[in-house]
């Protein structure tokens, strides 16, 4: 078995990504990092570079600012990057995801019992969305709990906007693919870097998907969905993380807006009947 992992970044330390733990996260069970590196405006492509393992490989983009068409442009930067893989199984992973050391061999086992099972395309991940701090977690319905991550390399496969993929079985209509569940989980941990990061990406992200700019405040957010989170962190991500204890406060006079009242009703029904009703794009198998 052979595995490829790859990524796509731009401005990844402008915009504060922990970009260099999420590639060394996953490294010691991938045969090659494919990373595609978009033209910068800071040092994102020298400190990679930095990276001396034989396994990564640097493909160098330029991003067509012309295509603000629903976050098309990151689909094709995804693209390029899965398109150079060679391995059996393709490993996506976002700059601001992080995969604990402890999980690696679960993962790297998973990959190796569907290796040969035609009817699993893709392996998904738990997702553990970091908020405000390193102990706080959201978890509604309105943020994915679970996402594919890793697809066979050897079917037809494209992602539309990089949050998912579609397999072709013809040429006229998309898919999701079959998956099965890993076990463990991702940890995503874009939503504790500052503020003004955060602003700043929403000021160079926003026109990709054709929308003006969203102001960030992270105060702002429904308290019912904010968690403690019980687990530990991995040790690439420790240094990183942002000083802060306990559960993340937000704003008590924060008015939840109609969709999140929506998702408390939904929260509601998956504690009343025991299930689960997050959107999904896979097909469990």
């Known amino acids: ?74 689909g094709q930067q995804k693209m390029i990057a899965q398109f150079n893989c060679i391995g059996d199984w393709a490993f996506y992973i976002e700059g601001d995801e992080i995969y604990h050391e402890n999980d690696l061999e679960q993962i790297k086992k998973s990959m190796e019992i569907h290796l040969n099972d035609s009817n699993v395309e893709a392996l998904v991940f738990d997702f553990n969305h970091f908020y405000g701090n390193a102990n706080s977690v959201l978890n509604s319905p309105g943020w994915y709990r679970s996402e594919a991550r890793i697809i066979k390399n050897s079917i037809r496969s494209y992602s539309p ?10 040429n006229k209509k998309g898919r999701y693919p079959r998956a099965k569940h890993v076990g463990v989980a991702c940890y995503h941990y874009g939503w504790v870097r500052s503020e003004g990061q955060m602003n700043l990406k929403s000021i160079k992200v926003q026109k990709y998907w054709g929308g003006e700019p969203v102001k960030i405040n992270y105060s702002q957010m429904d308290q019912t969905i904010i968690q403690e989170f019980q687990g530990t962190h991995p040790e690439i991500i420790k240094d990183w993380l942002p000083e802060g204890v306990g559960l993340y406060k937000a704003d008590g006079s924060y008015k939840a807006t109609r969709k999140q009242k929506k998702h408390r009703l939904v929260i509601k029904f998956e504690k009343l009947f025991g299930i689960e009703l997050s959107k999904k794009h896979y097909k469990l198998v």
């Not at 906007?161 to 013809?170: P, R, V």
């Open 1 to 74: 078995m052979k595995v490829s992992a790859f990524t796509f970044i731009k401005n990844g330390q402008l915009l504060g990504y922990p970009f260099l733990q999420s590639i060394q996260s996953i490294l010691p069970i991938v045969d090659e990092f494919i990373i595609n590196v978009g033209k910068s405006e800071d040092n994102t492509l020298e400190l990679i570079k930095s990276l001396t393992s034989p396994k990564i490989r640097i493909i160098e983009s330029s991003w067509n600012d012309a295509m603000q068409d629903r976050g098309y442009v990151y």
């Open 161 to 170: 906007d990089s949050l998912f993929w579609l397999i072709l079985d013809s």
